[in-house]
Structures are given as structure tokens and as C-alpha cells.
């Protein structure tokens, strides 16, 4: 059965993957033009590596609190509201017209940043709840397509709207999108979490102590949850984008490629690797294979004077990580009961989005005073350093076994 058959037959599916859709194809329409926008209002490099440092680091900080929003209350209105509060956000992004009121963007991208911050997990966490369990491993590939898909859509279009009509026009999208995304998050009909008792309520500080100590206890969700953070260590290689292309001469227009490459390869790599999804035996190896690979990629876009060459080559390392990306939620969603998957999805997303930011500001920090190519090199050096020690850590582990029963005191075991 294809893969793409669950999108036919089942309509929530359908709507909670067009909201997502076009919720992630929006934040390209921000992005791009303002990694543009900053450097020629104020002259450096360093706003650009901020705004994308505040965007993950924000996130990172809140996300073990939204995890327990997601477990607590309707996840649908959780994406719904934080939709509109993002609109509200990009609203600011109007004002930015000089280097004096370039702090805006920081704010706005901040608050942003604090919405997606409530719907991502509860994105997440809502996924195999609008699919049969049958369905479960062809709806993550074809979910986790789709932010590689918006930013394929949502990067090209950014940098060809931006030079085209200026940053303000892409903006003026950003606000499409979101209202569009609200919209068919309101149209899903299924329930988004399974029915709760008076008792599955606790108190956050509860709920995050619940949470943390259902993964240190549990060695097979430690290593999921910090799979991600390999590409994370890597991502500070986003900041330089913009002045990559700077230096081959192509413009809004060429950093517009390069983050559309990022998506390409974010997309196509879940799609092909779908059959690993279905063989829990090859997951742990391919989860240390594709961050391997993601460093080998942008080792090699430090050493590349051709642009076509490193636009393949940013594709290869975002097949691998946009692979990484999907495996991990698969493996999480099969391992995790759905009244704690909103935090350790958040969790797992906080460790990611945290060592995305680490990788951002320490790029930002250097960015004025080394080459773009040794920012690209240690990225991809240390990703790949991560890899090799995550695998030897990990060996001995096996997603083949039983799963096993969350150890919360007078809770039947789940899972």
C-alpha cells in the first residue's frame, strides 16, 4: 500500500498535514527575508545569528512547560491560539525599516518563537491520535515531509518574493499562512489526546518530574531523545547561509536556494528512508548514520568553490538530517503512552532546539571574525564527532524488545 494512501482515506489526516504545511512554510516567509533585511539595515552579520538564536533559543526554554500544556488541555486550541498570537507577533515585523529599530525583529521573532513553542508538541503529540496504528509509520514520514516540504516552498518563494516585492510583502504572506493553518486546525473533527481521568492532571512542576524521570529511567528514550541534538550542534551553519551566497555573488535570491536545498533534502530523505521506519532493528544504525552524514555534507560545503556543488551538497546533509528528524519521532511515538507524549516530545525537542541555539550564538559570536568556510567546517566537524560518540554509547540498545511500562505508582502499566 503507498504510503501516501493514508492521505486519501483519512480527512483529519489531511488537515492536521495541511496545517502544518502551511504553519511551516510561513516561518520561511519571516526568515529568509529578514536573514537578508538585518545585514544590509545595520552592516553585519551578527543580527542575522541572533534572530535565529532567539528563535530556537526561546523555545528551548519553554518547551519542557508547553510539553505539559499539551498533555493538559485541547491540543486543537493550543495550535489554533498559538497561530494567532504568531500574527499578532509578525505584526512588528512592519516596523523594521533601519538599524535603530533592527531590536524589533528580535522581539518579534521572540514571540513567534514563544507560539511555536506551544504548537510544536502539541503537534506532535496529536499525530497518532487522527491515524489507525496500521497508518502510523506511512502518516510520520509523510508529517515529517512536510516541514522539509514549506521550507523547499517557503525559502525559494521567500527570497523570489523578497526580491521581488521586498521583505514587507513576505511578511504580508506570514499572515496568510497562519490565519490558513488556524483554519484547518478548527476543521479536524477526531480528538487530539485520548480521553483523561480527573487524576492525569498534575501540577506542571509534577508533570515535568513525572516526565524527566520516565526517560532517565528508561536507557532506549535517552538515546532518542538525544539524537537530535547532533544536527542541532551542527545547525549553526543556517547563520552563514546569507553570506554564502554573498560571497558567490547570487543574493536574496541564492540564500533562497540554499534554504530551499535544506528543505529538499529534509523532505526526500523521510520519504526514501520510509522503509526503515517499518524495521525498529535498523533504526538505532541509522539514526548514527544520518547524523554521520550531516557533518561528512557541510565538511564537504566548507571545501566547495562551486554554488551548484554546494547547493547538492547542502541537499545531502539535510536528507540525512531531515532522516534523523523522522526516524527519532518514529521511534519515540512507538515507545512513549500518549498521556506523556506531549513532554517527552517536548523534551526531545527542547535538547534539539537547545543545541541549535548553542550552535547559533557560538556562530554569531565568531561570525564577524572567521571565514563563513571554518564556521561551516566546525559545524559539520562537530556533528560528526557527536555521531560517532552517540553510536558507541548506544550499541549495546535494541528497539526490537518490549516496550516497556511507564513505573508512575498506583497507574496501570501503559505503552
Known amino acids: 500500500m503507498s504510503s501516501f494512501g493514508v492521505v486519501r482515506r483519512n480527512r483529519d489526516f489531511r488537515r492536521l498535514f495541511a496545517a502544518e504545511l502551511v504553519v511551516f512554510g510561513s516561518d520561511w516567509f519571516v526568515m529568509v527575508p529578514l536573514l537578508v533585511l538585518l545585514p544590509e539595515l545595520t552592516g553585519s552579520g551578527v543580527w542575522g545569528a541572533l534572530v535565529l538564536a532567539a528563535d530556537t533559543g526561546i523555545i528551548a526554554l519553554l518547551l519542557p512547560y508547553t510539553g505539559t500544556i499539551a498533555d493538559r488541555y485541547d491540543r486543537r486550541k493550543i495550535m489554533m491560539v498559538s497561530n494567532l498570537a504568531a500574527i499578532a507577533a509578525v505584526a512588528l515585523l512592519f516596523l523594521v525599516r533601519s538599524a535603530a529599530t533592527a531590536p524589533l525583529a528580535l522581539v518579534a521573532v521572540g514571540a513567534i518563537a514563544v507560539a511555536k513553542a506551544f504548537y510544536s508538541p502539541a503537534a506532535s503529540a496529536a499525530l497518532p491520535n487522527v491515524v489507525d496504528d496500521e497508518d502510523l509509520a506511512a502518516a510520520n514520514a509523510i508529517s515529517g515531509s512536510s516541514w522539509g516540504t ?201 535538547l534539539a532546539t537547545l543545541a541549535i541555539a548553542v550552535s547559533q550564538l557560538g556562530a554569531a559570536a565568531v561570525v564577524d571574525h572567521v571565514s563563513e568556510r571554518a564556521i561551516l567546517a566546525g559545524c559539520g566537524l562537530i556533528t560528526l564527532i557527536y555521531a560517532v560518540g552517540w553510536r558507541i554509547a548506544t550499541r549495546r540498545l535494541s528497539l526490537t524488545g518490549p516496550v516497556a511500562a511507564p513505573e508512575t505508582p498506583g497507574r496501570p502499566p501503559a505503552g
Open 150 to 350: 514549506m521550507t523547499i516552498v517557503g525559502a525559494s518563494l521567500g527570497g523570489v518574493v523578497s526580491s521581488a516585492f521586498g521583505p514587507y510583502v513576505s511578511f504580508g504572506v506570514t499572515v496568510v499562512c497562519l490565519l490558513l493553518g488556524a483554519f484547518a486546525t478548527a476543521l479536524i473533527r477526531r480528538p487530539l489526546q485520548a480521553p483523561r481521568s480527573s487524576g492525569d492532571h498534575p501540577r506542571t512542576w509534577q508533570a515535568l518530574a513525572e516526565s524527566f524521570r520516565y526517560i532517565a529511567a528508561r536507557p532506549r528514550i535517552r538515546a532518542l531523545v538525544t539524537v537530535k541534538s547532533a544536527v542541532g550542534l551542527g545547525n549553526g551553519v543556517l547563520t552563514v547561509f546569507p553570506l554564502l551566497a554573498g560571497i558567490f555573488g547570487v543574493g536574496a535570491l541564492g540564500a533562497g536556494l540554499l534554504f530551499a536545498m535544506r528543505g529538499a533534502g529534509a523532505l526526500i530523505g523521510p520519504l526514501v528512508m520510509g522503509p526503515v521506519l517499518r524495521r525498529r532493528s535498523w533504526l538505532l544504525p541509522g539514526l548514527a548514520l544520518s547524523m554521520g552524514l550531516y557533518g561528512v555534507g557541510y565538511l564537504g560545503v566548507a571545501l566547495a568553490n562551486w554554488f551548484w556543488l554546494v547547493l547538492v551538497l547542502v541537499f545531502v546533509a539535510h536528507f540525512a538530517g531531515g532522516t534523523n528528524w523522522v526516524l527519532s519521532n518514529y521511534a519515540l511515538m512507538g515507545e512513549v503512552p500518549d498521556r506523556l507524549r506531549g513532554r517527552v516530545f517536548a523534551t526531545d525537542m527542547m
